[in-house]
């Protein structure tokens, strides 16, 4: 079986858009940019033996404010700018109840079972509470990235970060 390090997209492989104090994804791919230290990063849990899978939620498309064809090509530059193996995406919103948003765990059950990925020998890294929360609930281990959102923060993550960079500590 495979083993797999699950990153939330927007605030953990790319920068996100800050209004607020609050993350939001970028529009367009011209606004997408990598976060840095995320490509030697991932460059080394490929070396370590993990699949670098991104798991997250676009809601925007569901809400008529962002567009497929924005989020792919978003995905399409981060596939050919960063060593990711897959990427998984819920177009929904909380109204939708499906099975794939996050806090639920549907995206890593999906890929789990596409790639025979160990849930248990697997991380979820995020920098949200739901993220936490569907990696907790794959029965993986979790790192939160604190960003210090205006937002409820989990306190049930395996770690707690400030910075990308201390995941070279824990991975």
């Keep these: 079986m495979n083993k797999a390090i699950f990153l939330d997209r927007d605030g953990v492989v790319n920068l ?80 939708d109840g499906c099975f794939c948003r996050k806090p639920k765990s549907g995206l890593l059950h999906w890929a789990g079972i596409e790639h025979n990925i160990d849930l248990k020998l697997s991380w979820m890294i995020g920098d949200r509470k739901s993220d936490i929360i569907a990696g907790i609930s794959a029965g993986c281990k979790t790192i939160f990235i604190d960003y210090n959102y205006n937002e409820i923060k989990p306190i049930d993550a395996n770690y707690i970060i400030k910075d990308i960079s201390e995941l070279w500590d824990i991975l």
Excluded at 22 to 29: D, I, L, Q, T
Excluded at 60 to 68: F, P
Excluded at 71 to 77: E, L, Q, T
């Design 16 to 95: 996100p858009v800050i209004i607020n104090n609050k993350a939001y994804p970028p529009r367009y791919v011209f606004g997408t940019q990598i976060m840095p230290g995320i490509t030697n990063i991932l460059s080394w849990t490929n070396k370590m033996g993990y699949l670098n899978i991104i798991v997250t939620n676009q809601p925007d498309i569901s809400r008529g404010t962002q567009s497929e064809d924005n989020v792919i090509a978003i995905n399409k530059y981060l596939y050919d700018n960063i060593p990711i193996d897959d990427i998984y995406v819920c177009i929904h919103d909380d109204k």
